[in-house]
């Protein structure tokens, strides 16, 4: 038996993130993966996701070029996703290669397998074929992190085929475009996959079963969203509920309601189901939950001590960064450094749709709902300069805040973004929020002109009850 200070089974972005850490903090430290390291974020997920949305911009960009004078040669732009598809095999090997040349770097022991955990903190490890190691291992240690992660989730009547019904494991490694497209789920996966598809040029309908398509964003900023994808012919249908599909020759034909749509591939968006009985558990004091999510406290402890769970396998927002910073949060505990608790409120929020959707904190309902007195105020990307230049004015910054004492506009409880690159403006607004900054703190720092990101400084400066431009 090999003993470590620490194990962590999954080398997803929660697992890696507490390998890392735990080594640089001078743990001894074993990691447990079953597949590749990286996890889902890396190999079918945030990256593959982004860096095929992002052929997509490109190819939106390419279209509108002659508004700038450019003259992008004769005929309409196509895409050859099979080169696009190259492309984000490079971008993600270089970052597995990274990763593995850190993991090393830092002294971790990876184990390439599948961990089962026991009673006393001992992980069996069931080692891939062909790999380093052959058989089983036998592993211990003080700590124990459970990172088992998630899958993509499934609904009846919709059997997963790789042809004509996908998931985003398959999804991301197509190489046409198709014609024709149904996304089931309305929600931040749902919505990227639709953006994506019809800038590629495919016909898209989304089916959504709640009453609204990114229901957990503020109501105003989905508005945006919704509105936008109307004008891009995406066929939005909100409150129903599929009831299965028909296949017949390359396509098939989708109920839902009363309504069918006859398409040539179904995209699966419903979210994700944890992981939580992946790593055995059997012998210990780790429960699992009827959704299956392992159950933990506040500081990630499941009901074994000296066992943490982090990632998409615990109830908190299923959001890499989220991962990486639950993979931090449980070193720090392990080692007694009492850091403070996550708060699931404050994580930020980043939607690759076009226009791109970024928040933190507070919706303006939900600061309603929780017994705040609250006053809020947004402006309009159309009205800001560089907004005009890059030729991307639809959107908006709102800024949800408390009212204080006094009357005025006080601690920032929400800021929420829909418009061109929100998804790299918003760290400023999410430090407002998780510093419990005031609109009048905030609107005494200089916005440099002309960004996109001075209409955030703008919207704060409304609230203290004097503008400038808006």
């Known amino acids: 038996m090999t003993r470590h200070d620490l194990v962590v089974i999954g080398g997803g972005p929660a697992g890696y993130a507490a390998a890392l850490y735990g080594a640089s903090a001078g743990l001894d430290v074993g990691l447990v993966e079953e597949h590749m ?28 070029a002659s508004d700038f004078g450019v003259n992008a040669g004769g005929g309409e732009p196509s895409v050859d996703l099979t080169v696009s598809q190259e492309r984000k095999r490079g971008v993600i090997d270089n970052l597995f290669k990274g990763l593995g040349s850190l993991l090393s770097g830092r002294g971790v022991t990876v184990y390439d397998g599948t961990g089962r955990l026991g009673p006393d903190h001992t992980v069996t490890v069931e080692h891939v074929p062909g790999g380093d190691r052959e058989g089983t291992s036998t592993i211990q240690a003080d700590h124990v992190v459970l990172a088992t992660g998630s899958s993509p989730r499934m609904i009846g009547g919709f059997e997963v085929d790789g042809e004509l019904v996908v998931t985003s494991d398959e999804f991301l490694s197509i190489t046409e475009v198709p014609a024709r497209v149904v996304v089931i789920g309305g929600g931040a996966i749902g919505c990227e996959f639709a953006s994506m598809l019809s800038d590629l040029g495919s016909e898209v309908t989304v089916l959504e079963a709640l009453p609204e398509i990114l229901a957990e964003c503020d109501a105003d900023v989905a508005k945006v969203v919704r509105r936008s994808f109307r004008r891009r012919g ?48 059997v012998g210990t004091r780790v429960e699992v939950d009827q959704r299956g999510f392992i159950s933990v406290d506040d500081r990630l402890v499941t009901g074994e001590p000296g066992v943490y769970a982090v990632g998409d396998v615990v109830a908190t927002p299923q959001l890499a960064h989220v991962a990486f910073a639950e993979g931090m949060f449980v070193v720090k505990d392990l080692l007694g450094e009492a850091p403070l608790p996550l708060d699931a409120a404050t994580v930020p929020w980043c939607i690759y749709t076009h226009p791109e959707v970024a928040s ?11 017994g705040h007195e609250v006053v809020v105020s947004s402006h309009r990307f159309a009205g800001n300069g560089r907004a005009m230049i890059v030729g991307d004015t639809d959107g908006l910054v709102k800024v949800v805040a408390e009212v204080g004492p006094d009357g005025r506009a006080g601690r920032i409880l929400g800021v929420h973004m829909v418009g061109p690159w929100v998804t ?11 510093w419990e900054a005031t609109v009048d703190d905030v609107a005494a720092h200089i916005q440099p002109h002309p960004t996109l990101s001075e209409l955030f400084g703008e919207t704060v400066l409304s609230l203290t009850g004097r503008s400038l431009h808006g």
């Open 234 to 281: 995406i066929s939005v249908h909100t409150g129903v509920s599929v009831s299965g599909h028909q296949p017949s020759g390359g396509s098939t034909v989708v109920s839902f309601g009363d309504d069918q749509v006859e398409v040539d591939l179904v995209v699966m968006a419903v979210g994700r189901s944890p992981r939580g009985d992946a790593a055995g558990l």
């Open 37 to 64: 390291i990286g996890g889902t974020c890396l190999h079918v997920g945030c990256i593959p996701a982004k860096e095929l949305l992002e052929t997509a911009s490109v190819l939106r960009a390419v279209k509108g």
């Open 360 to 370: 933190a904190g507070l919706t303006e309902a939900a600061a309603r709902e929780a």
């Open 424 to 434: 790299e403006q918003l760290g400023q607004g999410y430090l407002a929020v998780n």
